[in-house]
């Protein structure tokens, strides 16, 4: 499986590089694309790769503005214009695994309409290979749970 890890954060030092440092190590030998480091995610990063694993911070409800704008250059005319499902960059993705963290409980993302969850499943998976399975892990509350928690959190990462 051809695995495709896709990071946006600013800062090499962070929690979100401990998740996408755990996200290596299971999947030896993936590409991996940082877009807050000064990387591009271009449809020739996703040739061959049957595994997409977005790790990012859930900022102000949302996904960094770094990774909204890198899904609008990559399918952008799949979601906005007439192109064939059957032709988008995301189509050879057979899983999909989304890792974040929100300052909120679940509860008040729930009551904000988990507008990431919902870009994942409705907008991204659709672009997917037929059948693409998703995974959601997300770690809430970030700022107010314990080192531990992080750690565990981190140390309970799977990638499908």
């Known amino acids: 499986m051809t695995t495709l890890v896709v990071q946006a954060h600013p800062l090499e030092q962070s929690y979100n590089s401990a998740l996408l440092d755990a996200v290596v190590a299971q999947a030896p030998g993936a590409r991996v694309v940082r877009l807050g480091q000064g990387d ?3 449809p020739y990063a996703c040739i061959d ?67 990431g969850l919902q870009l994942w499943k409705r907008t991204i998976v659709p672009l997917c290979a037929p059948g693409a399975s998703f995974s959601w892990q997300s770690l809430y509350k970030v700022d107010r749970v314990s080192p531990a928690e992080r750690i565990a959190f981190v140390d309970s990462l799977t990638i499908t």
């Open 40 to 42: 591009r995610w271009t």
């Open 49 to 115: 790769a049957t595994r997409l694993v977005a790790v990012y911070p859930t900022w102000w409800g949302s996904l960094p503005a770094m990774l909204l704008d890198a899904l609008n250059d990559l399918i952008g005319p799949w979601v906005d214009g007439d192109q064939s499902r059957d032709t988008s960059p995301l189509r050879t993705i057979e899983s999909l695994t989304v890792l974040t963290s929100h300052g909120s409980t679940k509860r008040i993302n729930m009551l904000q309409g988990e507008p």
